[in-house]
């Protein structure tokens, strides 16, 4: 099996690591989460008070990247909701942007300790499709697939994901409409409150 970069991006709560690992261990990959590296690598200028959130060296972290995927005999699995912005094209072989309902993402959020404009900026990332669209505009639709995640399992995310690498699933965008659905159902103020 020749050596793949799968880069697992999407709003933070998605659930991008848990699948990101159990793909890792499907693939026999290399993990890579983008903020252990940033801490471990000291990649990072400092933290985002307002937002509680750390300031990354995109430079830095992408020749860090850059040199871990050309250094490694593996396959490699990139985990991160930046991942768009840090890891050169040119190993990329499929990005999979997680998406999920924002009334469930909305829970998770909260369950982990999200709230304020924190909660609803990254609500509102996820329904105004900003990591889709970050990633469609760094890799193209050829290398996009847009999962829904919204009341599925990571063991059948995972499947999906496996059969779009070995070819017996074609990559799809266009997956998902929060946007159109919380305006349908009058419940677009009560999510964009930014």
């Known amino acids: 099996m020749a ?3 799968v880069l697992v991006t999407g709003t933070p709560c998605v659930g991008k690591t ?3 690992q159990l793909l890792t261990l499907r693939l026999n990959a290399v993990y890579v989460n ?4 940033a801490i471990k690598e000291n990649l990072v200028f400092g933290k985002d008070e307002k937002r ?4 990354v060296d995109e430079e830095r972290m992408k020749r860090a990247i850059s040199k871990l995927i050309e250094g490694s005999k593996q396959s490699v699995v990139v985990d991160g909701h930046y991942a768009t912005n840090v890891v050169p ?3 990329v072989t499929y990005v999979f942007v997680l998406r999920r309902n924002p009334f469930e993402l909305r829970s998770f959020m909260e369950k982990a300790g999200f709230s304020g404009n924190k909660l609803w900026e990254n609500l509102a990332s996820e329904i105004l499709d900003v990591c889709l669209v970050d990633a469609l505009n760094t890799y193209g639709k050829s290398r996009v697939c847009e999962i829904d995640l919204s009341g599925r399992s990571v063991e059948d995310v995972v499947e999906e994901i496996l059969e779009v690498l070995n070819g017996f699933r074609k ?3 266009g997956v998902v409409d929060w ?3 919380l305006e349908s159902e009058g419940l677009l103020e009560e999510f964009l409150r930014i």
């Open 34 to 37: 983008l903020t252990d590296l």
């Open 52 to 55: 509680d959130s750390l300031i």
């Open 179 to 181: 946007l159109g659905k």
């Open 171 to 173: 990559c799809r965008v």
């Open 18 to 20: 848990s699948v990101a």
């Open 89 to 91: 094209r040119k190993f």
């Open 3 to 5: 050596k793949r970069v």
